[in-house]
């Protein structure tokens, strides 16, 4: 039985046959996806902090922000940020136990 570039069974021969340049191919594709995987996620959070937040705080946009619309902002993007965490810290448990159980 043998396992995919990512991992899944392709049901022909034994993991172990992967080339040393294979499972290093492996492994640097394996890398490049969780790192574009986090930049689109922070892109996606900070786009959605600024959208959610400036509706929420910004009543009257104009050249500066008041300490009033400062503090807002603030307060906005932290419990956004504590939100995000929380529900990726959930999915990411979520995904591992799948993986672990061969759901995924």
């Given at each position: 039985m043998a396992?995919?570039?990512f991992g899944g069974n392709t049901g022909t021969a034994p993991a172990s046959t992967?080339?040393?340049q294979a499972e290093a191919v492996k492994e640097q594709l394996r890398k490049q996806v969780v790192t574009e995987s986090s930049i689109a996620n922070a892109q996606e959070l900070i786009s959605k902090i600024s959208l959610n937040c400036f509706d929420l705080c910004i009543s009257t946009p104009g050249s500066s922000l008041s300490p009033e619309d400062q503090k807002c902002l603030g307060q906005c993007a932290?419990?956004?940020m504590q939100a995000w965490n929380l529900v990726s810290r959930e999915y990411t448990?979520?995904?591992q136990e799948?993986?672990?159980k061969g759901q995924i």
């Open positions: 396992f995919s570039l992967l080339s040393p932290e419990k956004y448990r979520q995904v799948m993986s672990r």
